[in-house]
């Protein structure tokens, strides 16, 4: 048996992932070349579309938001040994919680009704995440099997409460009522008016800061609380935990719960940031996009963060791209995303062994591992 590959700590969050990356834009240049395409322009064009302009800024962090919330959601399982692929119902149940304190405490001021309407769409999210665990840690379970289910049993819930239960009177529309004005959170371009900055209106809002303190106080609690460090043991190995003295079932339920919370932050960047009400399929496909964006964020906060902000960058300028070149179709973006998910996952040690013999031959500057 090899032994295992070992990189400095810097190169495996940074390298590796700039190398796949950049190995997924070459093949992706390849292609739109072969159909006529300028690379070049058409990377300027991805560029510029989604950095180049204060209204295309504001749409790509607005992206990135969403990605930050799942990919979070999907790393801090990672850190427990789980496979959460449940974001996209963790998400739509965290709507729900939103929604019902937004509709029926629409008497109570902004500064309350958001706060708790954040709380709400977290604890829903949570006992949604936290049944997948239980069924892990008590009954066995895989935890993948049930979270895909738990994926479809949220969306057929919310059909059968939009069209029976929620729906706004003489609506045909399977959404509810529009939520009290003092139930929106405020968005950037409101924010920086304040300071006197004119920007462009776009569904940027205060969800992207939540997102960015979810990040930091995910890194607080998983690299400097016990009960991270039972988190990230329990996921190296689960024997070891138990001699340690730790519960795993305990820590599967609590990190799956944890998961399901953070989920929950795609709806509130949504429904309370954009859309202002609860609708069908809110969530498009962002629960599944967090996967790649924890892949490829080594399952940390900050690369979590980049690699968001990276397809961010994607979703947007991939719509610009689309619109300015003809030939380029937006099933020709999601391949291009497709092959950053397989340089950056499923081909992730395709850079490992080259490497590790690179920093192996570097001389030593001191004793001990590079």
Request: hydrophobic share 55%; glycine share 12%.
């Amino acid at each position: 048996m090899s032994a295992p590959i070992s990189l400095p700590r810097w190169a495996d969050l940074i390298l590796v992932p700039l190398l796949s990356v950049a190995t997924a834009f070459l093949v992706g240049g390849l292609v739109v070349a072969a159909i006529g395409v300028s690379p070049w322009e058409a990377t300027k064009t991805l560029i510029t579309g989604s950095l180049g302009s204060g209204e295309a800024l504001g749409f790509t962090l607005y992206y990135t938001t969403d990605f930050i919330f799942t990919g979070l959601a999907v790393a801090l399982a990672f850190q427990a040994g789980l496979f959460n692929i449940g974001g996209e119902g963790q998400a739509t149940l965290g709507g729900l919680g939103a929604a019902l304190v937004c509709l029926y405490g629409g008497g109570l001021p902004g500064w309350l009704l958001i706060p708790l309407a954040i709380l709400a769409a977290a604890l829903f999210g949570a006992l949604w995440g936290l049944v997948p665990g239980y069924l892990q840690a008590r009954r066995g379970s895989h935890i993948v099997i049930t979270t895909i289910m738990f994926n479809w049993l949220a969306s057929t819930l919310m059909g059968y409460l939009l069209v029976n239960t929620l729906r706004a009177p003489k609506s045909m529309e399977p959404e509810t009522a529009r939520f009290p004005d003092q139930a929106a959170i405020p968005s950037a371009k409101s924010i920086l008016g304040v300071f006197g900055i004119d920007t462009a209106a776009t569904p940027l809002n205060l969800s992207f800061v939540l997102a960015l303190g979810c990040a930091l106080a995910l890194w607080i609690f998983v690299w400097r609380t016990r009960k991270g460090y039972e988190i990230r043991t329990t996921g190296a190995n689960p024997t070891a935990a138990i001699y340690g003295g730790i519960a795993p079932a305990a820590i599967v339920m609590l990190t799956m719960a944890l998961s399901g919370a953070l989920a929950s932050g795609v709806a509130v960047n949504e429904i309370m940031g954009v859309q202002n009400r609860l609708l069908l399929e809110f969530t498009a496909g962002y629960g599944f996009v967090g996967i790649a964006v924890a892949l490829m964020g080594r399952a940390h906060p900050l690369g979590v963060v980049l690699a968001s902000l990276l397809f961010g960058i994607l979703y947007q300028g991939g719509a610009e791209l689309a619109f300015d070149q003809p030939k380029i179709s937006r099933d020709m973006i999601v391949a291009i995303q497709g092959f950053v998910v397989l340089f950056a996952g499923a081909l992730d040690g395709l850079y490992r062994p080259h490497l590790a013999r690179v920093f192996t031959a570097l001389p030593r500057t001191r004793s001990g591992p590079i």
